[in-house]
């Protein structure tokens, strides 16, 4: 028995995005790789995403900017030496279930 065969197929679905969403971001995966072939016909795709990534990581969103203006106004002045920079890499839960799935390993049930 593979590490992955207790899951149904909506959940080994739901650990194959969680692992192209971790390599879009550049963290390492879990990965079965008799499972998970799509990772590696997908690696073209990841790099690409990566570097669109890495050319627009010093732009934030509108609201982002709100946030790390009020960042620097009222802790800036109390800790001048301090960065407080907004992560630019993030792991958006989009999907039900994604929390659900990332609160446990997906090879182990504690």
Aim: proline share 7%.
């Amino acid at each position: 028995m593979t590490t992955l065969d207790h899951y149904t197929k909506d959940d080994r679905q739901l650990i194959e995005y969680i692992n192209l969403k971790l390599a879009a971001l550049g963290c390492p995966i879990f990965c079965d790789r008799e499972k998970f072939l799509f990772i590696d016909l997908s690696k073209a795709l990841l790099a690409s995403y990566q570097e669109q990534g890495r050319l627009l990581s010093g732009h934030l969103s509108p609201v982002d900017n709100r946030i790390q203006q009020f960042l620097e106004a009222s802790v800036g002045d109390a800790c001048p030496d301090a960065p407080f920079k907004l992560p630019a890499r993030t792991f958006v839960l989009d999907r039900p279930g994604l929390a659900r799935m990332l609160s446990l390993p997906p090879d182990a049930d504690y």
